[in-house]
């Protein structure tokens, strides 16, 4: 059984700052990556950021510059430092573990709201 636990996100003026936090525990046995999807209503959903353990970072173009993803291997957590947050932001955060296996082995977390207002 494997868990992840979300937190940190909530409402926030356009400008603001946000912090995402998920902690993996439970049976993992290998985690390739880490990373955030987010999916605003009516959208589908698609990566935010993504990072390998090594350390290789990946960002969607329209957050480069203003989100940063980083992740602590030992206590299997990943981070998402949100600033400069535009309205266009809002939309519930998936934490999500690539294990290197194929995306049907992936796991997920249940979900945070971010909501970013004008």
């Known amino acids: 059984q494997v868990q992840l636990v979300e937190s940190g996100g909530g409402l926030v003026q356009a400008g603001g700052s946000l912090r995402l936090s998920c902690a993996a525990s439970?049976?993992?046995?290998?985690?390739?990556?880490m990373g955030w999807y987010r999916q605003a209503a009516g959208k589908q959903r698609y990566l935010v950021a993504r990072i390998t353990r090594t350390g290789r970072t990946n960002y969607a173009d329209s957050v480069k510059g203003r989100f940063t993803i980083s992740r602590d291997n030992a206590k299997n957590t990943v981070y998402l430092q949100m600033n400069s947050l535009k309205p266009e932001d809002t939309a519930v955060y998936y934490c999500?573990?690539?294990?290197?296996?194929?995306?049907?082995?992936?796991?997920w977390g249940q979900g945070t709201q971010v909501t970013v207002s004008s």
């Open positions: 439970g049976s993992i046995f290998s985690i390739n990556a």
């Open positions: 999500n573990v690539d294990r290197g296996l194929g995306p049907q082995y992936d796991y």
